[in-house]
């Protein structure tokens, strides 16, 4: 069987607070890497303290692409994600050098190396029975039949988020078959990198529950919620746009408006996040061709230095 020719790509995945940022910028010292960015809220500027955003001097010293490309008020699709990740992953190898793609938004990962199937157009009368019924009975009812149609989709949706929730139950509605299903992949063509996928996947959830706590402190400390002021303070902006049911992000907005107060509001946060961790999670034991790394283990770096130097 002749050698595999396709360049390579590395992704590196995993829940949120798992250590991928810093362990990617550790790989990029020691081997001919660059990185782009893999998530749904790094694409937004403005997002930074809350999306735990790499900060100025790890970028000057490890640029990400795909970081800051869309104003909160814009969308930003997995479409989109598939186009500008494969036009930097292109860039990169002309550059001499290998991909590193980094982050946990595993719609955007499927996208990229699966591509996309074309979904229906929006349903005006569905979407607005969707929304009728929700009005009725909330959100996470309709997330437990979700559950039913396609469990797949609802592991990885929150019990709130409104908007893929309607969209993934719309779907079922107008085709008959799931979501996930239909997002698994395009015309089947295959896939012009050939992939090192390592997954960051903590042994013990305990541990990567007090990490996110953690942070989640750290980030209120660096000034999180006078971000979201100055975001809410635009006028233009509402806690329903894309960019800002980023985990944490409407749990603060709900607090400056007054809905909860601050022990509440951390506590919220950190739920949400751990929350988001659990589906991740989910979606990361489902890649079955990866390799698994759990952070907590001693030369986590030597072992993915060693996955490496067997593809590179």
């Not at 979606?283 to 907590?296: I, T």
Request: net charge neutral.
């Amino acid at each position: 069987m002749p050698a595999d020719a396709r360049p390579l790509a590395v992704f590196l995945m995993g829940p949120t607070a798992s250590g991928k940022t810093a362990l990617a910028c550790a790989l990029r010292e020691r081997f001919a890497l660059e990185l782009v960015s893999v998530d749904s809220a790094l694409v937004y500027r403005g997002l930074d303290i809350g999306a735990a955003k790499p900060d100025a001097k790890t970028l000057a010293c490890h640029p990400h692409a795909l970081l800051d490309l869309r104003d909160p008020s814009e969308p930003y699709s997995a479409a989109d994600f598939r186009a500008d990740a494969l036009e930097a992953m292109a860039r990169i190898h002309a550059q001499g050098r290998v991909p590193l793609l980094v982050g946990g938004t595993g719609l955007y990962f499927r996208a990229l190396q699966r591509g996309l199937s074309a979904l229906p157009d929006a349903a005006p009368a569905i979407r607005a029975r969707l929304a009728a019924e929700a009005a009725s009975c909330g959100w996470p009812a309709l997330h437990v039949r979700l559950a039913g149609l396609d469990p797949a989709a609802a592991a990885r949706i929150g019990p709130n988020d409104a908007q893929r929730l309607q969209r993934a139950l719309e779907v079922i509605e107008l085709t008959g078959r799931p979501l996930s299903e239909q997002q698994t992949g395009g015309g089947g063509e295959r896939f012009p990198w050939r992939v090192l996928k390592l997954a960051l996947l903590p042994a013990e959830r305990g541990t990567l529950h007090a990490r996110i706590a953690q942070r989640f402190d750290a980030m209120l400390a660096a000034g999180f919620l006078d971000e979201v002021r100055s975001l809410r303070d635009r006028g233009d902006l509402h806690p329903d746009l894309p960019a800002l049911r980023a985990v944490g992000y409407r749990q603060a907005w709900e607090h400056l408006e007054g809905a909860t107060d601050a022990p509440t509001f951390r506590d919220r946060g950190i739920f949400a996040t751990r929350q988001l961790a659990k589906r991740q999670i989910t979606w990361l034991r489902a890649e079955l061709d990866a390799r698994l790394l759990d952070p907590e283990r001693t030369g986590l770096l030597g072992r993915a230095c060693d996955a490496l130097e067997l593809f590179l």
